[in-house]
Protein backbone atom coordinates (compact mmCIF):
# COMPACT_ATOMS: atom_id res chain seq x y z
CA UNK A 1 0.00 0.00 0.00
CA UNK A 2 1.36 3.55 -1.23
CA UNK A 3 1.89 5.87 1.97
CA UNK A 4 1.79 9.75 0.82
CA UNK A 5 2.50 12.09 3.50
CA UNK A 6 -0.56 14.73 4.19
CA UNK A 7 -3.39 12.26 3.79
CA UNK A 8 -6.21 11.58 5.39
CA UNK A 9 -7.79 8.79 6.83
CA UNK A 10 -9.62 7.65 3.72
CA UNK A 11 -10.62 4.49 5.49
CA UNK A 12 -12.51 5.94 7.70
CA UNK A 13 -13.78 8.89 5.65
CA UNK A 14 -14.90 6.45 2.98
CA UNK A 15 -17.52 4.81 5.42
CA UNK A 16 -19.50 7.83 5.20
CA UNK A 17 -19.78 7.17 1.40
CA UNK A 18 -22.00 4.41 1.45
CA UNK A 19 -21.59 4.13 -3.12
CA UNK A 20 -18.00 3.37 -2.62
CA UNK A 21 -19.01 0.21 -1.48
CA UNK A 22 -20.56 -0.68 -4.90
CA UNK A 23 -19.60 -3.18 -6.82
CA UNK A 24 -20.28 -3.21 -11.19
CA UNK A 25 -19.49 -5.65 -13.99
CA UNK A 26 -19.65 -8.80 -11.71
CA UNK A 27 -18.18 -7.84 -8.50
CA UNK A 28 -15.68 -4.75 -9.70
CA UNK A 29 -15.49 -2.70 -6.75
CA UNK A 30 -16.14 0.98 -8.37
CA UNK A 31 -13.17 3.14 -8.55
CA UNK A 32 -14.55 6.43 -8.20
CA UNK A 33 -12.62 9.35 -10.44
CA UNK A 34 -15.28 11.56 -11.33
CA UNK A 35 -15.68 14.13 -8.29
CA UNK A 36 -15.42 17.24 -10.68
CA UNK A 37 -18.32 16.54 -11.95
CA UNK A 38 -20.18 15.32 -9.16
CA UNK A 39 -18.98 14.38 -5.81
CA UNK A 40 -20.29 11.52 -3.94
CA UNK A 41 -22.34 12.28 -0.84
CA UNK A 42 -21.94 11.28 3.04
CA UNK A 43 -24.20 9.66 4.74
CA UNK A 44 -24.41 12.89 6.85
CA UNK A 45 -25.88 14.53 4.03
CA UNK A 46 -28.27 11.74 3.22
CA UNK A 47 -29.53 11.56 7.03
CA UNK A 48 -30.17 15.38 6.46
CA UNK A 49 -32.05 15.28 3.39
CA UNK A 50 -34.29 12.14 4.60
CA UNK A 51 -35.13 14.01 8.15
CA UNK A 52 -36.12 17.00 6.50
CA UNK A 53 -38.36 15.03 4.36
CA UNK A 54 -39.68 12.94 7.24
CA UNK A 55 -39.95 15.29 9.87
CA UNK A 56 -39.97 19.27 8.18
CA UNK A 57 -41.06 19.48 5.08
CA UNK A 58 -43.02 22.50 4.50
CA UNK A 59 -42.90 25.78 2.57
CA UNK A 60 -40.82 28.14 3.95
CA UNK A 61 -41.01 32.20 5.09
CA UNK A 62 -44.85 32.66 5.92
CA UNK A 63 -46.18 30.04 7.34
CA UNK A 64 -47.43 30.50 11.18
CA UNK A 65 -47.42 26.89 11.97
CA UNK A 66 -44.53 24.37 13.79
CA UNK A 67 -43.41 22.80 10.99
CA UNK A 68 -42.88 25.70 8.45
CA UNK A 69 -41.16 27.88 10.88
CA UNK A 70 -38.66 24.75 11.33
CA UNK A 71 -38.51 24.60 7.82
CA UNK A 72 -37.64 28.20 7.50
CA UNK A 73 -35.26 28.08 10.35
CA UNK A 74 -33.10 25.05 8.48
CA UNK A 75 -33.28 26.70 5.28
CA UNK A 76 -32.10 29.83 6.47
CA UNK A 77 -29.48 28.11 9.01
CA UNK A 78 -27.92 26.57 5.95
CA UNK A 79 -27.58 30.39 4.45
CA UNK A 80 -25.98 30.89 7.58
CA UNK A 81 -23.51 27.94 7.10
CA UNK A 82 -22.39 28.74 4.15
CA UNK A 83 -21.82 32.47 5.09
CA UNK A 84 -19.60 31.54 7.22
CA UNK A 85 -17.70 28.55 5.48
CA UNK A 86 -16.54 31.60 2.73
CA UNK A 87 -16.19 34.04 4.91
CA UNK A 88 -18.90 36.44 3.94
CA UNK A 89 -19.43 39.85 5.87
CA UNK A 90 -23.25 39.06 5.83
CA UNK A 91 -25.46 36.30 5.46
CA UNK A 92 -27.66 39.11 3.30
CA UNK A 93 -25.01 38.36 0.24
CA UNK A 94 -25.56 34.34 -0.26
CA UNK A 95 -28.20 33.70 -2.76
CA UNK A 96 -29.56 30.09 -3.54
CA UNK A 97 -29.57 29.22 -6.73
CA UNK A 98 -29.77 26.10 -8.75
CA UNK A 99 -26.69 25.50 -9.60
CA UNK A 100 -23.41 27.68 -10.71
CA UNK A 101 -24.65 28.13 -14.09
CA UNK A 102 -27.61 30.02 -12.93
CA UNK A 103 -25.90 31.92 -10.47
CA UNK A 104 -23.47 33.22 -13.51
CA UNK A 105 -26.61 33.88 -15.38
CA UNK A 106 -28.06 35.70 -12.79
CA UNK A 107 -24.96 38.15 -12.58
CA UNK A 108 -24.82 38.51 -16.13
CA UNK A 109 -28.86 39.30 -16.54
CA UNK A 110 -28.59 41.95 -13.62
CA UNK A 111 -25.52 43.78 -15.55
CA UNK A 112 -27.66 44.22 -18.64
CA UNK A 113 -30.77 45.04 -17.34
CA UNK A 114 -28.75 47.54 -14.28
CA UNK A 115 -28.71 51.17 -14.33
CA UNK A 116 -25.31 52.99 -14.74
CA UNK A 117 -22.72 52.61 -13.63
CA UNK A 118 -22.96 48.97 -13.75
CA UNK A 119 -25.12 48.21 -17.17
CA UNK A 120 -22.91 46.60 -19.74
CA UNK A 121 -24.29 47.96 -23.44
CA UNK A 122 -22.71 48.34 -26.67
CA UNK A 123 -19.64 51.11 -25.69
CA UNK A 124 -18.36 48.38 -23.25
CA UNK A 125 -16.19 45.61 -22.83
CA UNK A 126 -16.75 41.78 -21.24
CA UNK A 127 -13.60 39.62 -20.39
CA UNK A 128 -13.39 35.77 -20.33
CA UNK A 129 -10.35 33.60 -20.91
CA UNK A 130 -10.10 30.68 -23.18
CA UNK A 131 -10.26 27.90 -20.46
CA UNK A 132 -14.04 28.39 -18.90
CA UNK A 133 -16.56 25.80 -18.66
CA UNK A 134 -19.21 26.91 -21.10
CA UNK A 135 -21.13 27.97 -18.47
CA UNK A 136 -18.98 31.25 -17.72
CA UNK A 137 -18.71 31.76 -21.44
CA UNK A 138 -22.46 31.04 -22.82
CA UNK A 139 -24.19 33.78 -20.86
CA UNK A 140 -21.65 36.05 -21.69
CA UNK A 141 -21.92 35.54 -25.26
CA UNK A 142 -25.77 36.04 -25.03
CA UNK A 143 -25.28 39.19 -22.88
CA UNK A 144 -22.77 40.39 -25.57
CA UNK A 145 -25.10 39.79 -28.39
CA UNK A 146 -27.81 41.75 -26.66
CA UNK A 147 -26.54 44.49 -25.82
CA UNK A 148 -23.47 44.99 -28.46
CA UNK A 149 -21.17 44.54 -26.03
CA UNK A 150 -17.74 43.49 -26.89
CA UNK A 151 -16.63 40.08 -25.76
CA UNK A 152 -12.39 39.52 -25.12
CA UNK A 153 -10.65 36.85 -23.65
CA UNK A 154 -7.25 35.43 -22.36
CA UNK A 155 -5.87 32.82 -24.37
CA UNK A 156 -3.90 29.83 -23.22
CA UNK A 157 -0.01 29.27 -22.93
CA UNK A 158 1.42 25.59 -24.45
CA UNK A 159 1.23 24.45 -20.77
CA UNK A 160 -2.03 25.38 -19.77
CA UNK A 161 -2.12 28.24 -17.81
CA UNK A 162 -3.61 31.60 -18.96
CA UNK A 163 -1.72 34.23 -21.09
CA UNK A 164 -1.85 37.17 -19.01
CA UNK A 165 0.94 38.92 -21.54
CA UNK A 166 -1.22 41.45 -22.90
CA UNK A 167 -3.41 42.28 -19.91
CA UNK A 168 -3.42 45.65 -20.05
CA UNK A 169 -4.80 45.22 -23.83
CA UNK A 170 -7.17 42.53 -22.86
CA UNK A 171 -8.42 44.44 -19.91
CA UNK A 172 -9.08 48.14 -20.35
CA UNK A 173 -10.96 51.10 -19.73
CA UNK A 174 -13.41 49.84 -21.40
CA UNK A 175 -13.74 46.92 -19.80
CA UNK A 176 -17.04 46.33 -17.41
CA UNK A 177 -16.80 43.06 -16.40
CA UNK A 178 -14.39 40.61 -15.57
CA UNK A 179 -15.49 37.05 -15.35
CA UNK A 180 -13.18 33.89 -15.16
CA UNK A 181 -12.49 30.15 -13.35
CA UNK A 182 -10.54 30.21 -10.51
CA UNK A 183 -9.69 26.35 -11.34
CA UNK A 184 -9.99 25.10 -14.54
CA UNK A 185 -12.39 21.86 -14.54
CA UNK A 186 -10.63 20.87 -17.67
CA UNK A 187 -7.06 21.16 -16.88
CA UNK A 188 -6.85 21.87 -12.77
CA UNK A 189 -5.10 24.72 -13.24
CA UNK A 190 -5.04 27.18 -10.68
CA UNK A 191 -5.35 30.65 -12.78
CA UNK A 192 -3.62 33.73 -10.84
CA UNK A 193 -6.45 35.42 -9.03
CA UNK A 194 -4.65 38.36 -7.59
CA UNK A 195 -3.08 40.09 -10.95
CA UNK A 196 -6.70 39.61 -12.77
CA UNK A 197 -8.22 41.30 -9.92
CA UNK A 198 -5.28 43.98 -9.56
CA UNK A 199 -5.83 44.70 -13.08
CA UNK A 200 -9.70 45.07 -13.23
CA UNK A 201 -10.04 46.68 -9.85
CA UNK A 202 -7.52 49.54 -12.04
CA UNK A 203 -9.84 50.19 -14.83
CA UNK A 204 -13.28 49.86 -12.30
CA UNK A 205 -14.23 46.82 -14.14
CA UNK A 206 -16.25 44.10 -11.30
CA UNK A 207 -15.07 40.60 -10.97
CA UNK A 208 -17.09 37.50 -11.09
CA UNK A 209 -15.53 34.50 -10.35
CA UNK A 210 -16.41 30.91 -10.58
CA UNK A 211 -15.58 28.81 -7.87
CA UNK A 212 -17.14 25.53 -8.42
CA UNK A 213 -13.69 23.75 -8.97
CA UNK A 214 -12.38 25.65 -5.67
CA UNK A 215 -15.33 25.44 -2.70
CA UNK A 216 -15.14 21.92 -2.58
CA UNK A 217 -11.29 21.51 -2.88
CA UNK A 218 -9.72 24.41 -0.30
CA UNK A 219 -10.42 27.73 1.42
CA UNK A 220 -12.43 30.11 -0.09
CA UNK A 221 -12.68 33.47 1.88
CA UNK A 222 -14.48 35.58 0.00
CA UNK A 223 -13.40 38.81 1.53
CA UNK A 224 -9.80 37.75 0.95
CA UNK A 225 -10.72 36.88 -2.75
CA UNK A 226 -11.48 40.72 -3.70
CA UNK A 227 -14.22 39.74 -6.27
CA UNK A 228 -17.57 41.41 -6.46
CA UNK A 229 -19.10 38.06 -7.15
CA UNK A 230 -18.32 34.55 -6.78
CA UNK A 231 -20.19 31.36 -7.75
CA UNK A 232 -20.38 27.69 -6.94
CA UNK A 233 -21.96 24.91 -6.99
CA UNK A 234 -23.20 22.01 -4.02
CA UNK A 235 -23.26 19.12 -5.80
CA UNK A 236 -19.60 19.17 -6.61
CA UNK A 237 -18.96 19.85 -2.33
CA UNK A 238 -20.97 16.76 -1.41
CA UNK A 239 -24.21 18.07 -1.23
CA UNK A 240 -27.15 17.00 -2.88
CA UNK A 241 -27.83 18.26 -6.79
CA UNK A 242 -30.32 21.37 -6.99
CA UNK A 243 -28.50 24.02 -5.01
CA UNK A 244 -25.98 26.52 -6.01
CA UNK A 245 -24.47 29.84 -4.42
CA UNK A 246 -24.37 33.18 -5.99
CA UNK A 247 -22.04 35.55 -3.33
CA UNK A 248 -22.38 39.36 -4.26
CA UNK A 249 -21.32 42.28 -2.01
CA UNK A 250 -24.19 43.42 -0.60
CA UNK A 251 -23.88 47.00 -2.30
CA UNK A 252 -23.80 45.49 -5.49
CA UNK A 253 -27.05 43.61 -4.89
CA UNK A 254 -29.15 46.28 -3.13
CA UNK A 255 -27.98 48.30 -6.55
CA UNK A 256 -28.87 45.98 -9.57
CA UNK A 257 -32.01 44.79 -10.44
CA UNK A 258 -33.79 41.11 -10.03
CA UNK A 259 -33.92 38.49 -12.82
CA UNK A 260 -36.51 36.43 -11.65
CA UNK A 261 -40.09 37.90 -10.88
CA UNK A 262 -42.73 36.21 -8.86
CA UNK A 263 -43.27 34.74 -4.92
CA UNK A 264 -40.76 35.89 -2.38
CA UNK A 265 -38.42 38.41 -4.07
CA UNK A 266 -41.59 40.88 -3.99
CA UNK A 267 -42.32 43.63 -1.11
CA UNK A 268 -45.51 44.87 -2.55
CA UNK A 269 -47.17 44.39 -6.23
CA UNK A 270 -50.06 46.10 -7.20
CA UNK A 271 -51.42 45.69 -10.95
CA UNK A 272 -49.40 48.77 -11.66
CA UNK A 273 -45.77 48.34 -10.47
CA UNK A 274 -43.99 46.22 -7.84
CA UNK A 275 -40.85 46.46 -5.00
CA UNK A 276 -38.73 44.10 -4.38
CA UNK A 277 -37.70 42.78 -1.22
CA UNK A 278 -34.26 42.70 0.13
CA UNK A 279 -31.40 41.04 -0.76
CA UNK A 280 -31.21 37.84 -0.75
CA UNK A 281 -34.71 37.50 -1.24
CA UNK A 282 -35.05 39.48 -4.01
CA UNK A 283 -33.15 37.14 -6.26
CA UNK A 284 -34.81 34.04 -5.00
CA UNK A 285 -38.25 34.09 -6.66
CA UNK A 286 -40.78 31.12 -5.99
CA UNK A 287 -40.66 28.10 -3.82
CA UNK A 288 -36.62 27.94 -3.11
CA UNK A 289 -34.72 24.40 -3.36
CA UNK A 290 -35.47 23.91 0.68
CA UNK A 291 -34.37 20.29 1.38
CA UNK A 292 -31.28 20.87 -1.47
CA UNK A 293 -30.13 23.95 1.08
CA UNK A 294 -30.34 21.45 4.03
CA UNK A 295 -28.33 19.35 2.17
CA UNK A 296 -25.76 21.77 1.41
CA UNK A 297 -25.45 23.10 5.43
CA UNK A 298 -25.32 19.52 6.13
CA UNK A 299 -22.44 19.04 3.65
CA UNK A 300 -20.66 22.18 4.98
CA UNK A 301 -20.68 20.93 8.26
CA UNK A 302 -19.18 18.12 7.27
CA UNK A 303 -16.17 19.45 5.23
CA UNK A 304 -15.88 22.33 8.01
CA UNK A 305 -15.26 19.32 10.68
CA UNK A 306 -12.57 18.02 8.21
CA UNK A 307 -10.69 21.02 7.68
CA UNK A 308 -10.88 22.78 4.21
CA UNK A 309 -6.78 22.84 4.39
CA UNK A 310 -6.73 19.41 5.82
CA UNK A 311 -8.58 18.52 2.29
CA UNK A 312 -6.36 20.44 0.29
CA UNK A 313 -3.73 18.93 1.54
CA UNK A 314 -4.65 15.35 1.28
CA UNK A 315 -5.95 16.42 -2.73
CA UNK A 316 -2.36 17.78 -2.94
CA UNK A 317 -0.99 14.92 -2.31
CA UNK A 318 -2.98 12.49 -4.19
CA UNK A 319 -2.91 14.59 -7.44
CA UNK A 320 0.83 15.01 -7.05
CA UNK A 321 1.25 11.02 -6.80
CA UNK A 322 -1.32 10.90 -9.80
CA UNK A 323 0.82 13.04 -12.40
CA UNK A 324 4.28 11.58 -11.48
CA UNK A 325 2.81 7.96 -12.45
CA UNK A 326 0.37 9.03 -15.39
CA UNK A 327 4.15 10.36 -17.08
CA UNK A 328 4.31 6.84 -16.89
CA UNK A 329 2.72 5.64 -18.88
CA UNK A 330 3.82 5.30 -22.58
CA UNK A 331 1.97 7.76 -24.81
CA UNK A 332 0.55 9.59 -22.51
CA UNK A 333 -0.39 13.53 -22.99
CA UNK A 334 -1.53 14.99 -19.95
CA UNK A 335 -3.42 18.44 -21.37
CA UNK A 336 -2.57 21.19 -18.78
CA UNK A 337 0.35 21.82 -15.71
CA UNK A 338 2.14 18.89 -15.60
CA UNK A 339 3.32 19.26 -11.98
CA UNK A 340 1.77 19.34 -8.80
CA UNK A 341 2.15 23.15 -7.71
CA UNK A 342 -0.54 25.37 -8.99
CA UNK A 343 -3.15 22.87 -9.94
CA UNK A 344 -6.47 20.95 -8.85
CA UNK A 345 -7.12 17.75 -8.75
CA UNK A 346 -8.99 17.29 -12.10
CA UNK A 347 -6.65 15.79 -14.63
CA UNK A 348 -6.60 15.71 -18.35
CA UNK A 349 -4.71 13.44 -20.85
CA UNK A 350 -5.19 11.45 -24.20
CA UNK A 351 -3.55 8.20 -24.72
CA UNK A 352 -2.17 7.86 -28.18
CA UNK A 353 -4.59 7.76 -30.87
CA UNK A 354 -7.02 6.33 -28.48
CA UNK A 355 -10.40 7.50 -28.56
CA UNK A 356 -10.84 9.01 -24.99
CA UNK A 357 -15.01 7.39 -25.12
CA UNK A 358 -13.08 3.89 -25.91
CA UNK A 359 -10.97 4.95 -23.24
CA UNK A 360 -13.72 5.21 -20.39
CA UNK A 361 -15.71 2.66 -21.60
CA UNK A 362 -12.44 -0.13 -21.41
CA UNK A 363 -12.15 1.53 -18.07
CA UNK A 364 -15.47 1.07 -16.66
CA UNK A 365 -15.53 -2.94 -17.50
CA UNK A 366 -12.61 -2.42 -14.92
CA UNK A 367 -14.39 -0.62 -12.93
CA UNK A 368 -13.06 2.58 -12.76
CA UNK A 369 -14.98 5.81 -13.34
CA UNK A 370 -13.94 8.69 -15.38
CA UNK A 371 -14.86 11.74 -17.60
CA UNK A 372 -14.64 11.68 -21.07
CA UNK A 373 -15.19 14.64 -23.58
CA UNK A 374 -14.35 17.87 -23.54
CA UNK A 375 -16.15 18.55 -19.98
CA UNK A 376 -17.96 21.34 -21.16
CA UNK A 377 -14.90 23.27 -22.11
CA UNK A 378 -14.51 22.56 -26.03
CA UNK A 379 -12.76 26.24 -26.86
CA UNK A 380 -9.80 24.14 -24.80
CA UNK A 381 -10.07 21.10 -26.85
CA UNK A 382 -9.81 23.10 -29.70
CA UNK A 383 -6.66 25.02 -28.20
CA UNK A 384 -4.88 21.60 -27.84
CA UNK A 385 -5.82 20.25 -31.39
CA UNK A 386 -7.39 17.30 -29.85
CA UNK A 387 -11.07 15.57 -29.82
CA UNK A 388 -11.64 15.29 -26.26
CA UNK A 389 -10.20 14.01 -23.53
CA UNK A 390 -10.19 11.37 -20.18
CA UNK A 391 -10.59 13.00 -17.46
CA UNK A 392 -9.49 11.69 -13.97
CA UNK A 393 -10.52 13.77 -10.85
CA UNK A 394 -9.80 12.94 -7.25
CA UNK A 395 -11.72 14.40 -3.88
CA UNK A 396 -10.74 13.81 -0.07
CA UNK A 397 -11.79 10.00 -0.32
CA UNK A 398 -9.52 8.96 -2.85
CA UNK A 399 -6.59 6.82 -2.13
CA UNK A 400 -3.15 6.21 -3.72
CA UNK A 401 -4.81 2.71 -4.54
CA UNK A 402 -7.58 4.17 -6.62
CA UNK A 403 -4.54 5.65 -8.60
CA UNK A 404 -2.54 2.70 -9.00
CA UNK A 405 -6.01 1.36 -10.22
CA UNK A 406 -6.07 3.76 -12.74
CA UNK A 407 -2.53 3.32 -13.95
CA UNK A 408 -3.00 -0.54 -14.40
CA UNK A 409 -6.47 0.49 -16.04
CA UNK A 410 -4.34 2.16 -18.63
CA UNK A 411 -2.06 -0.45 -19.41
CA UNK A 412 -5.28 -2.84 -20.23
CA UNK A 413 -6.52 0.19 -22.32
CA UNK A 414 -2.86 -0.17 -24.01
CA UNK A 415 -2.88 -4.01 -24.44
CA UNK A 416 -6.83 -3.99 -25.59
CA UNK A 417 -6.13 -1.67 -28.70
CA UNK A 418 -2.67 -3.21 -29.86
Not at 179 to 196: D, Q, R
Not at 298 to 312: E, S
Not at 342 to 353: E, H, K, N, V
Amino acid sequence: MTILPGLLDTEAIRKDFPILDRTVHDGKKIVYLDSAATSQKPRQVLDALNTYYERHNANVHRGVYTIAEEATELYEGARDKVAAFINAPSRDEVIFTKNASESLNLVANMLGWADEPYRVDHDTEVVITEMEHHSNIVPWQLLAQRTGAKLKWFGLTDDGRLDLSNIDEIITEKTKVVSFVLVSNIMGTINPVEAIIRRAQEVGALVVVDASQAAPHMVLDVQALQADFVAFTGHKMCGPTGIGVLWGRQELLEDLPPFLGGGEMIETVSMHSSTYAPAPHKFEAGTPPIAQAVGLGAAVDYLTAIGMDNIARHEHAITEYAVRRLQEVPDLRIIGPTTAEDRGAAISFTLGDIHPHDVGQVLDEQGIAVRVGHHCARPVCLRYGIPATTRASFYLYSTPGEVDALIEGLEHVRNFFG
